[in-house]
T-cell receptor, first 114, second 116 residues
Framework: AQSVTQPDIHITVSEGASLELRCNYS??????LFWYVQSPGQGLQLLLK??????LVQGIKGFEAEFKRSQSSFNLRKPSVHWSDAAEYFC????????????FGDGTTLTVKP | GAGVSQSPSNKVTEKGKDVELRCDPI?????LYWYRQSLGQGLEFLIY????????KSGLPSDRFSAERTGGSVSTLTIQRTQQEDSAVYLC??????????????FGPGTRLTVL
């Protein structure tokens, strides 16, 4: 079965600093991988996804993520955080055999200090 | 509307009552998904529709939960004899084709259910 771990429950960074949110997955083959953002009172928005090809994926709002098969990781990065990036971030995995059934991590809450 | 809509946005009910949650997907999207988000946790997959049929119902927590989709559009999630542990935000998503991870899911704002 597929699973996702987000080791950091809460991260605080200063505005303008760089950000890395960790995500580790468990699945035997290459999965589909996603990062979503959820702002307070709003639904989830897809930031980026990986399903094949280049292991460095560019997303919206200046985010990127790198798929590392050897580490079973798909960490989310942003070089310079803005106050509006404060939100909850979810990593998700979908196995090819479970098409349509995404498994989500428990989320990482990002606080941005002025 | 341009996005996925859900109604009601908030629902407070008494233990033992039945509730119906509605999802209107993006027009033309063939796939529809229901998730549950409990406080402080990630999303839990409930059910997935391809058209009007549900290939995967494995996430439904119990037989008190059921869902249907009609006309390849609107979906209703019904919870019978609600329990306090059913309190959560219920999220709906839709995607154009479904059945593959490369297909982007678009999420609605959710229905917050509180069972007293």
């Amino acid at each position: 079965a597929q699973s996702v771990t987000q080791p950091d429950i809460h991260i605080t960074v200063s505005e303008g600093a760089s950000l890395e949110l960790r995500c580790n997955y468990s699945y035997g083959a290459t999965p589909y991988l996603f990062w979503y953002v959820q702002s307070p009172g709003q639904g989830l928005q897809l930031l980026l996804k990986y399903f094949s090809g280049d292991t460095l994926v560019q997303g919206i709002k200046g985010f990127e993520a790198e798929f590392k098969r050897s580490q079973s990781s798909f960490n989310l990065r942003k070089p310079s955080v803005h106050w509006s990036d404060a939100a909850e971030y979810f990593c998700a995995v979908e196995a090819g055999t479970n098409a349509g059934k995404s498994t989500f991590g428990d989320g990482t809450t990002l606080t941005v200090k002025p | 509307g341009a996005g996925v809509s859900q109604s009601p946005s908030n629902k407070v009910t008494e233990k033992g009552k039945d509730v119906e949650l509605r999802c209107d997907p993006i027009s033309g999207h063939t796939a529809l998904y229901w998730y549950r988000q409990s406080l402080g946790q990630g999303l839990e997959f409930l059910i997935y529709f391809q058209g009007n049929s549900a290939p995967d119902k494995s996430g439904l927590p119990s037989d008190r939960f059921s869902a249907e989709r009609t006309g390849g559009s609107v979906s209703t999630l019904t919870i019978q004899r609600t329990q306090q542990e059913d309190s959560a935000v219920y999220l709906c998503a839709s995607s154009l084709f479904g059945g593959q991870g490369s297909d982007t899911q678009y999420f609605g704002p959710g229905t917050r259910l509180t069972v007293l």
